[in-house]
């Protein structure tokens, strides 16, 4: 039996041969690898995918270290899609792991070619690019999953699935809603959100990680190209938001289940 076949035991002893198949014919994009994009990218992984493609224009923070997969006091610095690539590597090496350094953004739409996955997964968070995702994505012909706030969360068994216009008491679905009727540009079709109608305050104070590894484009030693650096720390945001790994991590695993799901029935 060979290593993939190995890895894939259990899933395709539940899944059956067939839709094993179809996962691992499935083209996937991620877009965003932090909290929660890095936990879905795993999810799909393990559970057989193999043609994915992730896209994020951060590097690894210090600040990263309490909730994203492929953060810790060795990756600190790295490009993250090239960390989160290589760790989904070592769990099939195999697999066609697409890394992009690269922002989705109005100047970037048309390099990623949507119209060619078959599945695409919205994690990102800025409110402009993340409505800008929603509308070109939900034009093609591809299954859409997005991922709402996943910050300023601590309770589980509050994380629900709705389909966009549904979601109730998340302020990231509101100001997207908001903004849709304003331009009166709206999605084209329905698509399934995961969110939590918690919403607690931050009890610390807002500051910097305070180390020689700032990785913030503020800072005065930070290397490489600002504009690419990670943007978890950073004084041109208007807010920083707590958050931890067992609300981001399971918002992933929920959008990792949504396309595997799919894919299987």
Sequence with gaps: MGIEKAVL???????GDEAMDKLASARIIIF???GVGSWCAESLVRSGVVNLTIVDSDRVCITNINRQ???????????????LRNHLLLINPSANIEARQQIFCAETVNDFKLEEYDYIIDCIDSLKDKALLIEVATRTKARF?????????MDPTRV?????WQVKGCPLARALRNRFKRSKIFPAKKFLCVYSDELLENKGKNSSCGTDRCMCPKAADGPGDASLLNHEWCSAKAQINGSLMHITSLFGIILGGLVIQNITR
Aim: proline share 0%; no cysteine; hydrophobic share 45%.
């Design 9 to 15: 035991n259990r899933t395709r002893l539940l899944l």
């Design 69 to 83: 997969l492929m953060a810790n006091t060795s990756t600190v610095g790295q490009v993250k899609v090239e960390a």
């Design 32 to 34: 965003g690898v932090g």
């Design 160 to 164: 629900r699935v709705a389909e966009f």
């Design 145 to 153: 999953y997005s991922s709402m706030g996943a910050a300023l969360k």
